[in-house]
């Protein structure tokens, strides 16, 4: 507990220097709302792989590394490794490299979570086309699903801060396997006659409870994971 409690302070000094993302995050959400109120209204289990492209921009939590000031992005640290530059830094201090970890993990859940559950909380009133497909019990476990998701994909953005190879190999290697899941994400629909974000409707309003255990559990071993990983990339790569 007094690793979190000091990961938090070391967190806020972070927090406090990037107001400006904040109300960038706010009003790109706000744009994403209106978006997905419009979309959704109109012939709702229709949506193309595209309309998947915008979900998973939301909460695989994408966003927020677009919205982060530069000094606090990962950049190239040397010919070998890409890693957050404040990262590196404070791992040179005489703080114990969990508490660093765990920082990270604290500013990415402030950048993202809030954000997506007030936009899943909005969605509902303001979306006739969702109250229609899904009852409030229902749409919790969509909701879940997705806030999940958000855990066990998205926080391996903060795990990479501790540093992801930076060579010419694993930079295409990279580009090969976003090209690979947007094909999948623009394919999917095609195959199956519906959108990735519509089958997590149907997972929902069928299995309510089981798609929510299932999201949870998943969402707990991402987070754990993540944390693993951050801790091996401190050991394994040299940022000098």
């Known amino acids: 507990m007094q690793d979190w409690k000091q990961a938090f302070r070391l967190a806020m000094f972070e927090l406090k220097a990037s107001k400006g993302s904040f109300l960038a995050l706010f009003l790109f959400f706000l744009l994403m709302l209106f978006f997905f109120k419009t979309v959704l209204d109109y012939d709702l289990d229709k949506k193309t792989g595209i309309f998947d492209i915008f979900v998973f921009y939301i909460f695989s939590s994408f966003m927020m590394l677009v919205v982060k000031r530069k000094g606090f992005q990962i950049a190239k640290i040397n010919e070998d490794v890409i890693a957050s530059p404040s990262f590196v830094m404070l791992s040179q201090l005489a703080i114990k490299k969990d508490t660093i970890i765990k920082s990270r993990f604290i500013i990415h859940f402030v950048y993202s979570f809030p954000f997506q559950l ?59 396997m976003i090209m690979a899941g947007l094909l999948i994400i623009i394919f999917i629909p095609i195959l199956s006659g ?25 969402a707990i071993l991402g987070v754990i994971y993540w944390m693993h990983y951050a801790r091996k990339s401190i050991e394994k790569f040299d940022y000098l």
Do not use: M
Not at 132 to 142: K, R
């Open 194 to 218: 519906y959108s990735i974000f519509y089958w997590t409707i149907i997972l929902s309003r069928n299995w309510p409870l089981a798609s929510s255990l299932v999201s949870i559990i998943l």
């Open 118 to 176: 007030v936009f899943l909380i909005c969605l509902y009133p303001l979306t006739p086309g969702i109250q229609h497909a899904l009852p409030v019990s229902s749409y919790i476990g969509l909701a879940v699903i997705w806030l999940s998701f958000s855990f066990y994909f998205g926080y391996g953005f903060p795990a990479s801060e501790a540093g992801i190879k930076g060579t010419v190999k694993a930079t295409i290697l990279s580009y090969a």
